[in-house]
């Protein structure tokens, strides 16, 4: 037992190795250390209770997340995630729970919020490459069009779903993340003017677009960055043909 669990780690430390380079293992820690901070300066000095919290649980899951790899990857497809996933995380928890919940980026600008629903479009396409390699058999090849599917509806999910937890969240904390309670810029009213009573929609579904478009935009390039690099490996695989005479 001692010995497949020593076996376990070395192999999983090799997969570490050959998937995040050194810089990004840096940045892991850099996040980790700047969410450390916020936590501990929410602790000393409340601003929000609702969002303390969920600076704190994000503090959380930064730790909690490579160490799904130690699970069975054979059982959990958790363990099967490929490392950079951690690093995509990171950045998102610092783009929101720090820059845009700690120092108030959502404040101090007013579209941030869409900007960064637009970025989480962008940034989800490669986890759902990720996902479809965790769910598959090991070496299991996949198309182009596959991956391009999987990084589009993955990243068009987890738009939707976000929308539902600040739904969710609102309703069982009673706070405005969804802001409900905001009136949208002027400049957004005068060009889409409407009834009073769909303010609220403003927030909801300029944050869904943002995310799909950013989707969207994201899979088409990738779409056809992976052609051109399957068209060159391809190439490069064929065999030469010698015409003699």
Same mark, same amino acid.
Request: aromatic share 18%; charged share 20%.
């Given at each position: ?27 892991? &820690?850099?996040?980790?250390?700047? +969410? ?20 704190? $649980?994000?503090?959380?899951? @930064?730790?909690?997340?490579?160490? @799904?790899?130690?699970?069975?990857? /054979?059982? !959990? ?14 950045? +998102? ?5 720090? @820059? ?9 600008? #007013? ?8 970025? $989480? ?10 996902? @479809? ?7 299991? /090849? ?16 987890? !738009?939707? =779903?976000?929308?539902?937890?600040? =739904? !969710?969240?609102?309703?069982? +904390? ?5 802001? &409900? ?8 009213? #005068? ?13 909801? +579904? ?8 950013? $989707? ?15 068209? /060159?490996?391809? /190439? $490069?695989?064929?065999?030469?043909? !010698?015409?003699?005479?």
């Amino acid at each position: 037992m001692k010995e497949r669990i020593i076996n376990k780690i070395k192999r999983e430390f090799g997969i570490f190795r050959q998937q995040i380079s050194i810089p990004e293992y840096i940045f892991w &820690w850099v996040c980790r250390g700047i +969410m450390i901070y916020t936590v501990v300066t929410t602790y000393i000095n409340p601003s929000s209770g609702h969002f303390d919290l969920q600076m704190r $649980a994000n503090t959380i899951f @930064l730790f909690i997340l490579p160490y @799904l790899h130690i699970l069975p990857r /054979k059982f !959990t497809f958790l363990a099967r995630l490929h490392y950079r996933a951690q690093t995509i995380v990171c950045f +998102m928890v610092i783009c929101t729970s720090f @820059l845009g919940n700690f120092v108030d980026v959502y404040g101090m600008w #007013e579209y941030y919020d869409t900007f960064i629903h637009f970025v $989480a479009g962008v940034i989800c396409v490669p986890v759902g490459y990720y996902l @479809l390699e965790a769910f598959s058999k090991e070496g299991e /090849k996949h198309s182009t069009l596959s991956k391009t599917v999987a990084g589009f509806g993955l990243s068009c999910f987890a !738009t939707l =779903f976000w929308e539902c937890y600040e =739904f !969710t969240f609102d309703w069982i +904390m009673g706070s405005t993340t969804q802001g &409900w309670s905001d009136t949208p810029p002027a400049e957004l009213i #005068e060009r889409f003017p409407t009834d009073p009573g769909r303010y609220p929609l403003f927030d909801t +579904m300029s944050d869904e677009i943002a995310g799909f478009l950013g $989707a969207f935009i994201t899979s088409l390039i990738a779409r056809c960055v992976l052609e051109y690099i399957e068209h /060159k490996r391809s /190439k $490069a695989s064929a065999p030469e043909i !010698t015409v003699t005479r």
